[in-house]
């Protein structure tokens, strides 16, 4: 019996772009990952020090 591979992310038609924004949510939903650009403009200069600091 063959079991088809699954994935927990989004899958999308090829040439159609890809929502990471969403990517994102789905995965602090689903996993409790919290994926974070230290350079993203809407984290405050404590927050991006906070991600630095974990991240190491």
């Known amino acids: 019996m063959s079991i088809p591979l699954r994935t927990n992310y989004p ?21 409790g990952i919290v ?6 403009q809407r984290l405050s200069e404590w927050e991006r020090q906070f991600l630095k600091n974990v991240g190491e």
């Open 35 to 40: 994926v974070a650009r230290i350079d993203d």
């Open 11 to 31: 899958t999308r038609e090829i040439g159609r772009q890809v929502d990471h924004e969403a990517l994102k949510r789905h995965d602090y939903h689903d996993q």
